[in-house]
């Protein structure tokens, strides 16, 4: 079936550290893959996505590769600010339906200054 | 854009009683929502997908008749849990997909549900 796995928080770190955040995941056929983020008290916001094998989506300084030898998808960003702090969640759709969404569990990321 | 808000953002009732919490599309029409329910530490789960002015379609293991929800309108859905239980404490976050794009979902700040 199809799962995603992510790491597990929380994850705190010094402004201007390189984060990674891994992701693994299970899956029929070739997934879209994705990461959202959720600031407290908000929704979950798209933050990058995947739609091939060896696509690198990014956004905001976030960047993350679709790799299918190692059916992975970490999220990386070079330098984190205080501002990044939030839970990220990893996530696919993938046959038999591509309107369903599989979260991993979300890891809490916590810069401090 | 694309704004999804949901109310109540947070809500307790007693055991045996039933709560509705909405989902509402500000700035767009949805004729697709999903509702999600998310345990502590724990993944975001399915538990149903609604279109508008249809029934909803909910997935295995989802009792229909406890998690009631109607999707009267474009730009809202509702979900009512019936005679709550303390299990059913949680956080139930909502979706909703644009009429216009199949592809991306818009995610609302989720109710958190206790249940004494």
């Known amino acids: 079936g199809n799962s995603v796995t992510q790491m597990e928080g929380p994850v705190t770190l010094s402004e201007e550290a390189f984060l990674t955040i891994n992701c693994t995941y299970t899956?029929?056929?070739?997934?879209?893959l994705f990461w959202y983020v959720q600031y407290p008290g908000e929704g979950l916001q798209l933050l990058l996505k995947?739609?091939?094998?060896?696509d690198k989506g990014s956004n905001k300084g976030f960047e993350a590769t679709y790799r299918k030898e190692t059916t992975s998808f970490h999220l990386e960003k070079g330098s984190v600010q205080v501002s990044d702090s939030a839970v990220y969640f990893c996530a696919l759709k993938a046959l038999p339906d591509f309107n369903k969404f599989y979260f991993g569990s979300g890891t809490k990321l916590n810069v401090k200054p | 854009g694309a704004v999804v808000s949901q109310h109540p953002s947070r809500v307790i009732c007693k055991s045996g009683t039933s709560v509705k919490i909405e989902c509402r599309s500000l700035d767009f029409q949805a004729t697709t929502m999903f509702w999600y329910r998310q345990f502590p530490k724990q993944s975001l789960m399915l538990m149903a997908t609604?279109?508008?002015?249809?029934?909803?379609?909910?997935e295995q293991g989802v009792e229909k008749d406890k998690f009631l929800i109607n999707h009267a309108s474009l730009t809202l859905s509702t979900l009512t849990v019936t005679s709550a239980h303390p299990e059913d404490s949680s956080f139930y976050i909502c979706?909703?997909?644009?009429?216009?794009?199949?592809?991306?979902?818009?995610f609302g700040p989720g109710t958190r549900l206790t249940v004494t």
């Open positions: 979706s909703a997909r644009r009429t216009d794009d199949f592809y991306e979902q818009y």
């Open positions: 899956a029929t056929g070739y997934p879209s």
């Open positions: 995947a739609t091939k094998a060896d």
């Open positions: 609604s279109n508008e002015g249809s029934k909803a379609t909910y």
